[in-house]
């Protein structure tokens, strides 16, 4: 089987008994080569036959001449054969792929015919002829995403959107090269069976090694040459001249070994820029006969069958992001969702990273063919089903890295390429493995305080991974001995970097194990030699095996504790770190999607909660009200809240454990659990302190309503008796009904022009005429008739025509007057700061108004002139109190009025609803007319001669009517706004999601002034939106969901009614009781649920009563037809106006939505959508707005600012903040002090320190298409232009509002 005979003999004579087996060899056709011990001569070469002498000769150059004659004879023998393994199994039991495997066989002949495509072809040259993709054009389009996310100049906005046009023409150019047969080769057969496909890939990776190694081999021995003689020319201090002319050499030689390194790696890297090209253009390429989707999918799948998929082109040093994310996408829908344990590994370059995981797992990170990791690489390993219970994870996920402190093949230079990979892979890890060759950390300095840096920059984004480090090359007997003097070494090594790196980040570590949790004694490896002697005859060290396996053991377990994370997660935290990696300020850039995403869910959950606790309260609020109402209740105590509510905050708090143990993101969530346990208990503390206090309250009024409701009942009572009266002297004519008719008609027309003599009826109310009456004599208001004649003090630019300056005293008092004299002459102008000052004074006095106004109780009490004296007082105790603090100006007049007419612009319709309800209970002709066919009816039965029993009972029920329609609308408005809740798209989530429709609305109405109440006025406009909602979800789900909860709802209450009267009777019969005590006990039991009780029977006789069974009777005969008469007059529009303003589904909604921060980003108005208020941290959006929305300009201009804060943040650019105005500065300035970098806008303090605003520079198309579309309704109202800096971008215009509509599904 062997090519070349090697034989070493004596000196030979002719009867040697050898000589008969010599002679053999010499007749064998392969060549022989004779070393003689006996002879001294040189080697000698006769028709195929090498003889070498080996006496007295230097074993040097017999090892030379030896591998020489080997050399010549493999390279120039025709008989010579080369060895092959498939050979060899024709004379044993050996199995050969090939001929037994249909799949390998032709596998292998795909892969031959795809290698002979490139015959002929010069190796440095392939890549650009066959993979034109991943060239320049891509290395140009990863150079411009640098300079994007690292945005200069002046036009911010223009240039970002110019690099933005400029990337989209290298994508296309990408898109329009021509693919080569070669790959479209690749593409067909990747397409293929999977059983195929890996022998194909298999075989096209040996096959491309064995076509590369030659050519890289001679590469790499120029290099190393080239690189000796620039070593040497440099210690010989020659010219500079000469040794830039050999270095110019050099680097032309590492071009052309970097463009001769061809693997597998760089195919699948053409697909990943074909697939990202496609993508970008939108556009299937020319020349791709499969679906796109099928290049993500095969990746997957190579990635499934055990091959590496490239993370990081080390070429481009880029994350090809669309690509990856695309492919770990498929690699979900096909595996789904699994967990996953990351392990990264940094060192030195040739250190044997990619060996040791190769060993450890079985994998196939590169490591022949002369070539060396380049990038990233990531490749999945299953995890066994025995495993996976003790594991808890599904797969591990091995990254490997190219060597740190690479002199690196293009001679560029590495530092800061070392610091962006060692922080992207160990923020990937959930461990790190930190691979040192050698036995002295002196000589990894430079690599610790890379490592270091990158741990500590992990611990600043509250990123958590664990490491190891692995001593490669140790000696079996320093290993043996555990080396601690070397451990001592490393952890003052460590301890020194750490300090190093934390000034570099400016932040405090005095040690390593103030970054991350280490310890030297069992987070440090040392591993023996890989081989046992010198390569490449060595046979592998037994110890080195040892010690892979101990460190996998290591892993494994550190693995059982970490709980890994998820593919979807892993996805994101990839591009949340390349993201924040291409800014230059790595901690303040990161935004962590996966912390985003919990905490979203965290508040989606939250809402979920506190909704559960509102509802229970608005329960038992509904049944202490009623229990006040009947007199039940005279004082309300925090102890019977806590009693009644006690079964729902049990449910929320299991409810809340369940989540934070059991949701996957729960090791992110643990940070919140405290404070939100915290926020839950505050809230149903506060809820139930506001029920009590509104309880109590209503207690107080109850003594004020007694007259009130004495007087109803008196009227009622007093018509049931003279309408008794009546009957009995009309008893005989029960036949003729007209005349029972007229008598009744000519009773009550008497009765009820009494009751209008007694009691005047309560008349409409005019809100603003109130207000004018009020404000007439002391402020100029003769211009305000009608309510469109109110100034929306929302909609004004500024407030500076509000105030004016107060007046100083003295000398130097008189002169500052006279100045701002002429300051308010051509416009006085208010800082930054006062108009904050001013709007959240205004919100404020809004908010308290508000509450006034609700406190008022106008349904139950009705109107007084006085409520609106009492809210004026405290509007103008309000200004007082403000203008006598730390501010320079007071408000004038206008400003007060304005202020005040606005106010109960908003409050007119509420009042005016809440009196109108107040006026049909409470206004006796009103009152009694709605009564009139109930008292007929009543008549007409005791015309008929019906026992005392039965009239009494439907007394009864008419005495209920009104207590039994509040109830059902009451119960039917929670049910509704507990089903909004779940399934009206805009209520269904956080406030977020809310949020995110109020905008789509406001583009497709597409009116300004609508847009600058939500801008200037977020709350009420909120509010404004939630009834909209609510109105419209009536009218469109009316006869689906009203109707439906109203009938069972009333069914509901049917039947609690029968079962008191049914209990009520049993307890009579049981007792010996009469009907007072029937109806006592009938009352109570409804108490809870009805506000009805026996002073409403005062006056009215029933003392005759003893049948309780007759009584039950008529009580179930009459109750259908009064609950069908509640369903039946129960529509779109009495259906809100029956219920009081609290009780109403869009009231208990805005309760819900708006207890949240309102606080707005001070560079753009954005509002923070935490739905917590005074929540802990700091503020945040999914994503900000144009800051010239607010009236930002560019200093020295009247420009307005296109900027946008997330990419401000990013930019050189400075602002000056808590000036006159919301000013940026463009150009670099004398007058320094007062200027803030926009990347450090939180040292302005303030309310700049409060927000956490990361740079982003994807599409924002929503607040663009709204800067475009009303460009000149902005520029009019701040009267400021977007002309200069503010140029609004070209790419802009091209946004049309559909594309504005589906950035908000994207973003939110």
């Not at 056709?29 to 070393?35: G, N, R």
């Not at 409804?1086 to 409403?1096: G, R, W, Y």
């Amino acid at each position: 089987m062997s090519s070349v005979n090697v034989v070493i003999l004596p000196q030979l004579y002719k009867n040697d008994k050898n000589a008969i087996k010599i002679q053999e060899l010499y007749k064998d056709k392969k060549p022989l080569i004779c070393l003689l011990t006996d002879d001294e001569s040189a080697a000698k070469q006769k028709k195929g036959i090498y003889k070498i002498g080996l006496k007295n000769r230097n074993q040097s150059d017999v090892s030379v001449e030896l591998r020489r004659a080997i050399s010549s004879c493999l390279s120039s023998s025709e008989s010579a054969s080369l060895f092959r393994l498939e050979d060899f199994s024709k004379c044993s039991d050996i199995r050969v792929d090939e001929e037994d495997d249909e799949d390998c066989r032709i596998g292998k002949e795909a892969a031959q015919q795809m290698i002979s495509l490139l015959e002929n072809k010069d190796l440095t040259e392939i890549k650009e002829s066959f993979l034109p993709c991943q060239g320049k054009l891509w290395h140009l389009w990863c150079q411009k995403n640098k300079e994007l996310h690292q945005p200069q100049g002046e036009e911010l906005e223009i240039d970002i959107s110019t690099k933005k046009t400029e990337m989209m023409k290298i994508r296309e150019e990408q898109h329009e090269s021509n693919m080569s047969e070669f790959i479209k080769f690749f593409i067909k057969q990747m397409n293929s069976d999977s059983a195929f496909r890996m022998f194909f890939l298999k075989w096209l990776r040996i096959l491309l090694d064995q076509y590369t190694s030659e050519d890289l081999s001679k590469l790499h021995h120029k290099y190393d040459e080239k690189w000796s003689m620039v070593l040497k020319l440099k210690e010989t201090n020659e010219k500079p001249d000469n040794v830039n002319e050999v270095q110019t050499e050099l680097e032309k030689i590492s071009e052309e070994l970097q463009a001769a390194t061809f693997g597998l790696e760089h195919i699948f890297r053409e697909i990943g820029q074909i697939y990202e090209s496609c993508s970008s253009v939108k556009t299937v390429k020319a020349g791709l006969e499969f679906d796109l989707s099928s290049l993500p999918s095969f990746a997957a799948e190579m990635m499934i069958s055990g091959f590496p998929l490239e993370l990081m082109d080390g070429d481009a040093a880029h994350v090809p992001l669309i690509w990856v994310t695309a492919v770990l996408g498929e690699l979900i829908h096909k595996l789904e969702d699994q967990r996953v344990f990351v392990m990264s590994v940094l060192g030195i370059q040739s250190s044997g990273k990619s060996t040791m995981l190769n060993a450890m797992f079985g994998l196939q990170f590169a490591v022949s063919a002369g070539r060396c990791t380049r990038g990233a690489f990531m490749q999945l390993v299953r995890v066994s089903e025995e495993m996976k219970e003790q594991l808890k994870i599904d797969y591990i996920l091995v990254v490997d890295t190219e060597g740190l402190r690479a002199l690196e093949l293009t001679g560029r230079s590495t530092r800061h390429h070392d610091n962006e990979l060692a922080t992207f892979v160990v923020g990937l890890g959930n461990l790190t493995l930190i691979n040192i060759f050698g036995e002295n950390p002196s000589e990894m300095q430079d690599i610790l305080q890379i490592v270091v840096q990158a741990f500590l920059r992990m611990k600043k984004v509250r990123l958590n991974p664990s490491c190891m480090f692995v001593h490669q090359n140790v000696s079996d007997v320093i290993a043996g001995e555990k080396n601690m003097e070397g451990r001592r070494r490393l952890q003052e090594t460590l301890d020194e970097m750490a300090k190093l790196a934390a000034k570099d980040e400016a932040c405090d570590a005095e040690c390593f194990s103030d970054v991350i949790a280490f310890d030297v004694r069992t987070d440090v490896k040392y591993f023996a030699q890989l081989w046992e002697g010198s390569p490449p005859m060595a046979p592998p060290n037994p110890n080195y095996c040892e010690n892979v396996q101990e460190l996998k053991e290591a892993i494994l377990t550190q693995a059982s504790k970490s709980g890994g994370i998820m593919l979807s997660q892993l996805k994101d935290r990839i591009q949340d770190l390349w993201e924040a990696l291409l800014s230059e300020q790595f901690v303040f850039s990161f935004r962590n999607s996966l912390e985003i995403a919990a905490y979203r869910r965290l508040e989606t959950e939250y809402s979920k909660w506190t909704w559960t606790l509102r509802n229970a309260v608005l329960e038992i609020e509904n049944k202490l009200h009623n229990q006040i109402e009947n007199g039940a209740t005279d004082e309300i105590k925090e102890d019977d809240f806590k009693r009644e509510l006690k079964g729902k905050s049990e449910e929320v708090k299991k409810s809340m454990s369940d989540f934070f143990e059991n949701d996957t993101d729960k090791l992110i969530l643990i940070q919140w659990k405290e404070s939100f346990e915290i926020k839950v208990k505050e809230l149903r503390e506060g809820i139930t302190r506001k029920t009590k206090r509104k309880l109590n309250e209503i207690i107080q009024q109850r003594d004020l309503k007694k007259r009130i409701d004495a007087q109803r009942t008196h009227y009622e009572n007093t018509l049931l008796e003279k309408s008794k009266e009546l009957a009995l002297k009309h008893k005989d004519k029960t036949n003729d009904e007209e005349t029972l008719k007229k008598e009744f008609d000519l009773f009550w027309g008497k009765s009820v022009k009494k009751i209008t003599t007694d009691s005047p009826p309560i008349k409409d109310i005019n809100i603003l005429r109130d207000v004018k009456k009020l404000l007439s004599g002391t402020y100029k208001i003769a211009h305000i008739n009608t309510w469109k004649d109110i100034t929306d003090i929302f909609l004004e630019p500024s407030s500076a025509p509000y105030v004016r300056f107060k007046k100083s005293s003295g000398i130097t008092g008189r002169l500052k007057n006279a100045v701002r004299a002429v300051q308010e002459t051509i416009g006085l102008t208010l800082s930054e700061e006062d108009e904050t000052q001013i709007t959240n004074l205004i919100n404020d006095i809004s908010e308290q108004t508000d509450k006034m106004i609700m406190s008022f109780n106008v349904s139950k009490l009705g109107y007084n002139i006085s409520y609106i004296q009492q809210v004026i007082d405290y509007i103008k105790a309000r200004i007082t109190q403000y203008e006598e603090g730390l501010v320079k100006y007071v408000f004038n007049d206008k400003f007060f009025v304005d202020l005040v007419f606005y106010l109960f612009e908003y409050a007119n319709k509420k009042l005016t609803e809440q009196h109108k309800m107040f006026r049909e209970a409470n206004d006796p002709v009103l009152y009694v007319e709605k009564k009139r066919e109930e008292y007929y009816s009543i008549f007409q039965k005791y015309c008929q001669g019906a026992t005392s029993a039965a009239i009494f009972g439907e007394i009864i029920c008419q005495k209920l009517r009104e207590p039994m329609k509040q109830n059902v609308y009451k119960h039917t408005a929670r049910d509704l706004a507990d089903e909004m809740r779940s399934n009206c798209p805009s209520l269904n989530g956080n406030r977020t999601n809310l949020e995110k429709h109020i905008l789509k609305e406001l583009a497709l109405e597409e009116t300004f002034r609508k847009y600058l109440k939500y801008m200037n006025d977020p709350r009420n406009h909120f509010k404004c939106f939630i009834r909209g909602e609510v109105s419209q979800y009536i009218s469109d789900y009316f006869s689906f969901s009203v109707q439906p909860k109203m009938k069972e709802n009333i069914e509901s209450l049917q039947k609690k009614i029968m079962a008191a009267a049914h209990e009520s009777t049993e307890h009579v019969q049981v007792n010996n009781g009469d009907v007072d005590l029937w109806l006592t006990f009938f009352t109570q039991k409804l108490s809870d649920d009805l506000i009805f009780s026996v002073k409403d029977f005062s006056g009215v006789s029933h003392d005759d009563v003893d049948d309780f069974e007759l009584l039950e009777d008529v009580i179930r005969e009459e109750l259908p037809s009064i609950m069908f008469d509640i369903s039946s007059k129960c529509n779109t529009t009495t259906f809100p106006v029956y219920l009081d303003c609290k009780d109403r589904p869009d009231e208990i909604l805005i309760d819900h939505f708006c207890q949240c921060c309102w606080v707005q980003c001070p560079f753009c108005g954005a509002i923070c959508t935490n739905t917590i208020e005074n929540h802990d941290g700091d503020h945040s959006v999914p994503f900000h707005r144009v800051n010239g929305l607010i009236d930002w300009f560019y200093r020295g201009t009247r420009n307005l600012s296109i900027d946008i804060c997330t990419s401000s943040v990013a930019s050189d650019r400075s602002f000056v903040p808590n000036n006159s105005y919301n000013s940026y500065n463009l150009y670099d300035s004398d007058d320094s002090d007062d200027e803030v970098l926009c990347r450090e806008y939180r040292t302005a303090g303030g309310k700049y320190a409060e927000w956490s605003i990361t740079p982003d520079f994807s599409e924002l198309p929503y607040w663009k298409w709204f800067v475009c579309r009303f460009q000149k309704c902005l520029e009019r109202h701040y009267r400021k232009t977007f002309r200069g800096s503010g140029r609004i971008p070209y790419q802009w215009r091209q946004i049309t509002k559909q594309d504005a509509l589906e950035s908000l599904d994207k973003y939110f």
